[in-house]
């Protein structure tokens, strides 16, 4: 069995799908640029390889003998640049199967520089030639994590959502369904559209978390100037506070996004809901509020 190539797999998504690939008995290598991580990989029976999109030579050398690869990237303009370097290279070593991390909405016309530079990429990995399994996620439940701090002193959660209601999901999600897009047949040649499997509010959330680490947290709303400047504040770069203001705005004024069925229909289970994250993250919520 030839390895998989799980890159950004010390990331969200990619430790994710990491995990799941091991449930699943693949043999997996991991990519990272930090040797370091590399070596803590390795400490725990995980082969690793240290390579960046930026450079094509560490790309040749991570994608040699691999079958197929997981390919995800941080948000940040690079996205088009590194991962259609990503795709040249895995083309160069024969790979016959990618999964890519994009994100729900992704057009050449969207309104975000996220929606654009993964639609770029989409198109350049469809005439690739090689097989693909394109995964849309919507909001992740683990950006709550940015929350921490205001969690921690405030008992609060600021954002500018209002009442919009949306189907957030579960990180955990978008690596099973990768890992099952890499590991079963019946997924070449698709896009997932992946959400959680229900619509929710951020009162929602604010409620579920609380309830789990035994203290009472508000929701609360602020303009939208306020959330760029302390997502700036909290070293965002501008493109994606502009991004992330524009997204809330067009929340507000859909009002419910509706889910999807994708999670349930690729794993024959229901995708985790905010009760099930705010279960199993409130020891770090807990944690790092202890902190
Ligand atoms: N967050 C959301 O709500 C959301 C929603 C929809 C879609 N998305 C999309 O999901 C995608 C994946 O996000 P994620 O959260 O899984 O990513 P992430 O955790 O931010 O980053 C993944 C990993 O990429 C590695 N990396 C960074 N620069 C690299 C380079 N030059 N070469 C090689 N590796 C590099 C880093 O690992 P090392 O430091 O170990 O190298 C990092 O841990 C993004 O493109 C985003 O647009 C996100």
């Given at each position: ?16 799908t ?8 693949a043999?997996?290598r991991?990519m ?28 040749a ?13 941080p ?5 088009p640049?590194h991962e ?11 790979l ?35 097989a ?6 919507h ?10 701090p ?15 209601k ?9 690596g099973?369904?990768?890992a ?25 959330v ?10 009472e ?10 959330a ?28 419910v ?6 999670v ?16 199993d993250?409130?020891g ?8």
């Amino acid at each position: 069995m030839k390895p998989i190539l799980v890159t950004g797999a010390t990331g969200t998504t990619g430790s994710a799908t990491l995990q799941y690939l091991k449930v699943r008995g693949a043999n997996v290598r991991a990519m990272t640029r930090d040797k370091a991580r590399a070596a803590d990989f390795e400490a725990r029976g995980i082969p690793a390889v240290v390579a960046d999109f930026g450079d094509p030579v560490s790309l040749a050398k991570a994608l040699e003998g691999v079958e197929k690869a997981f390919l995800a990237h941080p948000p940040s303009p690079e996205i088009p640049q590194h991962e259609k370097a990503f795709i040249d290279a895995a083309k160069k070593a024969g790979l016959k199967k990618i999964v890519k991390v994009s994100v729900i909405g992704a057009s050449p016309e969207g309104a975000l520089h996220l929606a654009r530079w993964h639609a770029e990429v989409e198109a350049y990995l469809k005439r690739s030639g090689i097989a693909y399994t394109i995964l849309r996620p919507h909001s992740f439940l683990q950006n709550l994590m940015a929350s921490v701090p205001t969690i921690q002193e405030q008992g609060a959660i600021y954002s500018d959502n209002g009442d919009a209601k949306i189907p957030l999901i579960d990180a955990r999600d978008i690596g099973a369904v990768a890992a099952a897009a890499l590991t079963e047949t019946g997924h070449d040649d698709k896009v997932y559209h992946l959400t959680g499997p229900a619509a929710v509010s951020f009162q929602e959330v604010a409620k579920a978390i609380g309830r789990e680490i035994g203290k009472e947290l508000q929701y609360i709303d602020v303009p939208d100037e306020a959330a760029r400047q302390s997502m700036m504040g909290a070293g965002y770069p501008e493109w994606l506070a502009d991004d992330l203001v524009t997204l809330n705005q067009w929340g507000r004024q859909v009002g419910v996004q509706q889910p999807t069925a994708d999670v349930a229909i690729v794993l024959g289970r229901p995708a985790h809901s905010v009760l099930d994250f705010a279960r199993d993250y409130a020891g770090a919520f807990m944690e790092e509020v202890a902190s």
